[in-house]
């Protein structure tokens, strides 16, 4: 079983960029593919981007796409989020997915681990 832990979140002022990353231990980093979520408050958890096991395929949101790049480091156990570009209505706690298999899932229910989140605040 993996467990996952975020950090980088902040306060940032829009325009600006902030790095996410999501390390990864108990399992086999590259057996999982990986996601980043996100939950306003008042809103349901929504998909952010996402990343298949040894492949650098990637599939964005539309509402990130262009600003917001998905990599990993199978090496270090890790995922990062690179957000540029941010606007206020970024603000949000960012999640960490992770499971075994290579399909690309934009669900909640595509993954089978999360991390605590970290929170991203963009101010206007």
């Known amino acids: 079983q993996v467990q996952l832990v975020e950090s980088g979140g902040g306060l940032v002022q829009a325009g600006g960029s902030l790095r996410l990353s999501c390390a990864a231990s108990g399992g086999t980093f590259s057996r999982y593919r990986m996601g980043w979520f996100r939950q306003a408050p008042g809103k349901e958890r929504e998909f952010v981007a996402a990343?298949?096991?040894?492949?650098?395929?990637?599939y964005y949101s539309d509402s990130v796409k262009g600003r917001f790049t998905i990599a990993r480091d199978n090496a270090k156990n890790t995922v990062y989020l690179q957000m540029n570009s941010l606007k206020p209505e970024d603000t949000a706690v960012y999640y960490c997915a992770a499971k075994p298999g290579d399909y690309i899932g934009t669900t909640s229910s595509n993954y089978d681990y999360w991390g605590k989140g970290t929170l991203v605040t963009v101010s206007s």
């Open positions: 990343i298949r096991r040894n492949v650098d395929s990637t």
